[in-house]
């Protein structure tokens, strides 16, 4: 009797510390697992701005008719195209009378050819300073942004020391594939902001 009471104790004993390292076990996978979520929603968060910084001299322009503008290239170190699938949360405007302006996503197919994406809703312009809008414009690596203007007369800033533009006259709708006309010379101060994850962006006085 004195014996199996023996083993029967040292049965038990085993099963403790068998169930106390198994939950040391499970607590460390849990620790790891969560920093690995943590570290993981922080690399998809991201801030990427499309186009070139407003901080140059941009000239108010008016284009010839009414239609759609988009940079073909920038000055160095700017973003042409999205490298991210995100969403376009804010943008920016410099040097522009008139409007209203709609922000356009477009897709490069190739040489003078681009695809027209969707579109923000119509922004009036109150100032030829940088004005800021806020939108929800979802964006696929690989596309970039153009402009809609809507009415003759209609100016925008271009800084003419650097990069070319194109576009396309009457406006290049979503689902509209066409070539565009140019390269007009110089870069337009246009800029998009793409967020990705959980980031957020200060548009004008409103964080988003």
Avoid at 119 to 142: C, D, H, R, Y
Avoid at 153 to 176: E, I, P, Q, R, Y
Avoid at 181 to 204: F, H, K, M, R, Y
Wanted: aromatic content about 4%.
């Amino acid at each position: 009797m004195r014996n199996r009471g023996g083993t029967r104790r040292r049965a038990n004993q085993t099963s403790v510390r068998t169930e106390r390292r198994s939950g040391a076990r499970l607590l460390a996978l849990a620790a790891v697992t969560t920093a690995a979520l943590i570290a993981a929603s922080s690399a998809l968060a991201s801030v990427v701005t499309l186009g070139p910084p407003l901080t140059g001299t941009f000239t108010a322009q008016a284009p010839d008719n009414v239609g759609t503008f988009a940079n073909a290239t920038l000055q160095a170190g700017a973003t042409l195209t999205s490298p991210v699938t995100g969403t376009i949360a804010c943008w920016h405007i410099t040097g522009a009378t008139g409007g209203p302006f709609r922000l356009r996503v477009l897709t490069p197919d190739g040489g003078k050819t681009y695809t027209g994406g969707g579109m923000s809703a119509p922004q009036t312009i109150t100032s030829t300073a940088p004005q800021a809008f806020v939108t929800n414009l979802p964006i696929k690596a690989g596309q970039t942004i153009g402009l809609d203007d809507t009415t003759p007369g209609d100016k925008f800033g271009v800084n003419f020391t650097v990069g070319s533009h194109v576009m396309w006259t009457g406006g290049l709708a979503s689902g509209v594939t066409a070539a565009a006309a140019g390269p007009g010379v110089g870069e337009i101060g246009l800029d998009a902001v793409v967020l990705t994850g959980n980031s957020t962006v200060t548009c004008g006085n409103t964080t988003v």
